[in-house]
T-cell receptor, first 114, second 112 residues
Framework: KAGVTQTPRYLIKTRGQQVTLSCSPI?????VSWYQQTPGQGLQFLFE???????NKGNFPGRFSGRQFSNSRSEMNVSTLELGDSALYLC?????????????FGPGTRLTVT | AQTVTQSQPEMSVQEAETVTLSCTYD???????LFWYKQPPSRQMILVIR??????QNATENRFSVNFQKAAKSFSLKISDSQLGDAAMYFC?????????FGQGTRLTINP
């Protein structure tokens, strides 16, 4: 079974631009979560989608948004990029919402904002 | 809010030796799951082991085992017979009713 895939793997953007990241979950997984990883803040939860609906949200500004499609694929959008948005963005999928299902992570998208 | 604390930013061990990584958490939930994830230099987050809070028996996966102390809210990871491929960042994570919460990570170095 194929793992979680994320595209693109690397991205360089300029401050003020917007960016869209894509995540394809493992086949059969219906929950997709997004995380931001930075050296200073560690791994922080952005949001979780299930059946095309946002079910949980972390403490990030409204510039960060996402959506999920009927095939469970998810996209994350960041508008008006700031230097502090430079990070590794990880997507994770699991079969259903909540525990006990463990999450499986993709390889991440490395975003650099200049 | 749930929190996860890993008090050891870095650890090192000789190849073939045993090492224990510490993790404590804070929660008011009674039903939850705990995980250890490994993140090698490739940045791919890999699930190492999981523990259900309702189970008293400690989880084991080959050379990896945990010491789960529910009352103390402690969840340590023991790696036996350390191998060079075990070198990575290790994250302890808590999953309750909602989101997965991660600790800050422990960087493990294996000395040949």
């Amino acid at each position: 079974k194929a793992g979680v895939t994320q595209t693109p793997r690397y991205l360089i953007k300029t401050r003020g631009q917007q960016v869209t990241l894509s995540c394809s979950p493992i086949s059969g997984h219906r929950s997709v979560s997004w995380y931001q990883q930075t050296p200073g803040q560690g791994l922080q939860f952005l949001f979780e989608y299930f059946s095309e609906t946002q079910r949980n949200k972390g403490n990030f500004p409204g510039r960060f948004s996402g959506r999920q499609f009927s095939n469970s694929r998810s996209e994350m959008n960041v508008s008006t990029l700031e230097l502090g948005d430079s990070a590794l963005y990880l997507c994770a999928s699991k079969r259903e919402l909540g525990a006990p299902y463990e999450q499986y992570f993709g390889p991440g998208t490395r975003l650099t904002v200049t | 809010a749930q929190t996860v604390t890993q008090s050891q930013p870095e650890m090192s061990v000789q190849e073939a030796e045993t090492v224990t990584l510490s993790c404590t958490y804070d929660t008011s939930e009674s039903d939850y799951y705990l995980f250890w994830y490994k993140q090698p230099p490739s940045r791919q987050m890999i699930l190492v082991i999981r523990q259900e809070a309702y189970k008293q028996q400690n989880a084991t996966e080959n050379r990896f085992s945990v010491n789960f102390q529910k009352a103390a809210k402690s969840f340590s990871l023991k790696i036996s017979d350390s191998q060079l491929g075990d070198a990575a960042m290790y994250f302890c994570a808590y999953q309750g009713a909602q989101k997965l919460v991660f600790g800050q990570g422990t960087r493990l170095t294996i000395n040949p």
